[in-house]
């Protein structure tokens, strides 16, 4: 006796289902959160270097004039310009781990992360500090 199966074409996805595509796996998109990375990566070395140069002409002007009261607030200045450049180092990290996480990667963002948190808590505690004084 020949028994025939039925076949339906569900069967063939439940027996042999299609690759999963990942969002990570579509090479575009990898692609454009890598720029995405490195540009905030520029972006937090181009405020930190531009607060560096405004701090450091600042602080000419102030002594070629033989002023002291603007030294405290090129200080804060300075400060908010390292800071904010930190938020952006951060957004990077974390946006290159992103592309490929492994237990070594988040470890490694994790305590970057955390002594950068840190920097910035202690320098945004600084800056307030000479908000009071002043």
Not at 61 to 89: C, D, M, N, P, V
């Amino acid at each position: 006796m020949y028994v025939s199966y039925i076949t339906f074409p569900y069967n063939e996805y439940i027996f042999n289902p299609p690759p999963t595509v990942y969002f990570m796996d579509i090479p575009v998109v990898t692609e454009i959160i890598h720029w995405f990375a490195v540009a905030f990566s520029v972006i937090g070395s181009a405020l930190i270097i531009f607060g560096g140069i405004q701090a450091a002409i600042g602080l000419i002007r102030s002594a070629l004039e033989r002023e002291k009261t603007g030294r405290g607030r090129l200080k804060r200045q300075f400060t908010s310009y390292i800071i904010f450049g930190l938020e952006f180092f951060i957004a990077g990290d974390v946006l290159t781990t992103v592309l490929d996480p492994t237990i070594e990667d988040i470890t490694l963002l994790g305590a970057v992360v955390l002594i950068r948190v840190i920097l910035g808590y202690f320098l945004e505690k600084e800056s307030l500090e000479f908000d009071t004084t002043i």
